[in-house]
C-alpha cells in the first residue's frame, strides 16, 4: 500500500536559521508530488509541485525552495527562515487527477 | 485559473442537528471535486469525491455532496451530526495543465464546532 512519510512533526527554530523538511512516498512510483502551507485562516496554500525528478514549480514568490532528488523524495528548504515562515506545512501526493490525494501528518514549523 | 471559495470560516451546531457546508469552485471545464476533513493536528482525510456521473455522491461517515454545475457548487451535507465530526473541513478542486501536471488547490477551510 503507498504511504507518505513526513519529519519532523515540529521544529522551532530561529529567524535566520537554514531549514530541511523531508517527505518521501513509498508503494508507488513517478507520483505528482505536493508542498503545502496551512496557516490560520488560509486554508491550504499550494507551493510547489513535481510532476518528475528534478521539476520543481513554485506557486507563489516566497523564502522557501524545493527540490525533488528521488523519484519519491520531495524536500522543502530555506537557507533563511523568516518569522513568516512559520505554519503547518503538509505534503501530498497524487497518482493521478481524480484519485485520492494522500497527505503527510503534517510538520508544525514555528520561527522565533 | 482555478479557485475554491469556502464562505463559512466558522460554523456551529448543536448535535444530531443536518449541517451543510457550502463550496463554490471557477474552472473552465468540469472540475474534479473533493472534499477533505483534517482532525486537530492531524492531517487530511478524504471525504469524497466527484468527476463525473451522478452529481449526488455518498462519502464516509455519512456524508455526502451535490454537483450543481449551473452553481459552480459542491456543498456537503451531513443529516444529522456527531460531536465526532468536529474538524475543519476542507473543499479541493484538482485540475490538469497539461502532461502530467495536476494541481489540487484548496479552499480556505470550514471549521465545525458540535454543541452537546
Known amino acids: 500500500s503507498q504511504t507518505i512519510h513526513q519529519w519532523p512533526a515540529t521544529l522551532v527554530q530561529p529567524v535566520g536559521s537554514p531549514l530541511s523538511l523531508e517527505c518521501t512516498v513509498e508503494?508507488?512510483?513517478?507520483?505528482?508530488l505536493y508542498w503545502y502551507r496551512q496557516a490560520a485562516g488560509r486554508g491550504l496554500q499550494l507551493l510547489f509541485y513535481?510532476?518528475?525528478?528534478?521539476?520543481i514549480s513554485s506557486e507563489v514568490p516566497q523564502n522557501l525552495s524545493a527540490s525533488r532528488p528521488q523519484d519519491r523524495q520531495f524536500i522543502l528548504s530555506s537557507k533563511k527562515l523568516l518569522l513568516s515562515d512559520s505554519g503547518f506545512y503538509l505534503c501530498?501526493?497524487?497518482?493521478?487527477?481524480?484519485?485520492?490525494?494522500?497527505f503527510g501528518q503534517g510538520t508544525r514549523l514555528t520561527v522565533v | 485559473a482555478q479557485s475554491v471559495t469556502q464562505p463559512d470560516i466558522h460554523i456551529t451546531v448543536s448535535e444530531g442537528a443536518s449541517l451543510e457546508l457550502r463550496c463554490n469552485y471557477s474552472?473552465?471545464?468540469?472540475?474534479?471535486l473533493f472534499w477533505y476533513v483534517q482532525s486537530p493536528g492531524q492531517g487530511l482525510q478524504l471525504l469524497l469525491k466527484y468527476f463525473s456521473g451522478d452529481t449526488l455522491v455518498q462519502g464516509i461517515k455519512g456524508f455526502e455532496a451535490e454537483f450543481k454545475r449551473s452553481q459552480s457548487s459542491f456543498n456537503l451535507r451531513k443529516p444529522s451530526v456527531h460531536w465526532s465530526d468536529a474538524a475543519e473541513y476542507f473543499c479541493a478542486v484538482g485540475a490538469n495543465y497539461g502532461g502530467a501536471t495536476n494541481k489540487l488547490i484548496f479552499g480556505t477551510g470550514t471549521l465545525l464546532a458540535v454543541q452537546p
Open positions: 474552472y473552465g471545464a468540469t472540475p474534479y
Open positions: 501530498a501526493w497524487l497518482r493521478a487527477l481524480g484519485t485520492e490525494a494522500f
Open positions: 508503494g508507488t512510483s513517478n507520483p505528482n
Open positions: 513535481s510532476v518528475g525528478i528534478g521539476q
